[in-house]
């Protein structure tokens, strides 16, 4: 499975981005998907996943309220809609894909595929 995430760019505090990451060379809709977010200096962190057919999400805390993963498996494409902006949301965003399980895990160890990462830079 390749991913190729996009979206990212420079976004005031209070704004809104929506990431994409497509997915080559696998089944997609048999996929757990997943966001996670590097910043500098600090180990990688769990956003959002979302089940295969897209019915369930799961979300880490500091998204809820302002994330929203979803998927479109006809495009092979999942989506991260973020609202609300924070600079603390300042990092490299990468998608994942578990196509070990049908969990929806936020271990980065769960994930057996990732993206290269698009840069989300929040100013204040």
């Known amino acids: 499975v390749q991913l190729q995430a996009s979206g990212g760019g420079l976004v005031q505090a209070g704004g809104s981005l929506r990431l994409s990451c497509a997915a080559s060379?696998?089944?997609?809709?048999?996929?757990?998907m997943g966001w996670f977010r590097q910043a500098p200096g600090k180990e990688r962190e769990f956003v959002a996943a979302?089940?295969?057919?897209?019915?369930?999400?799961y979300y880490a805390d500091s998204a809820k309220g302002r994330f929203t993963i979803s998927r479109d498996n006809a495009k092979n494409t999942v989506y991260l809609q973020m609202n609300s902006l924070k600079p603390e949301d300042t990092a490299v965003y990468y998608c994942?894909?578990?196509?070990?399980?049908?969990?929806?895990?936020?271990?980065?160890?769960?994930?057996?595929?990732w993206g290269q990462g698009t840069l989300v830079t929040v100013s204040s």
């Open positions: 979302i089940s295969r057919s897209g019915g369930s999400a």
């Open positions: 060379g696998g089944t997609f809709n048999n996929v757990v």
């Open positions: 994942a894909a578990n196509t070990l399980n049908t969990l929806l895990s936020k271990a980065v160890v769960a994930y057996n595929y």
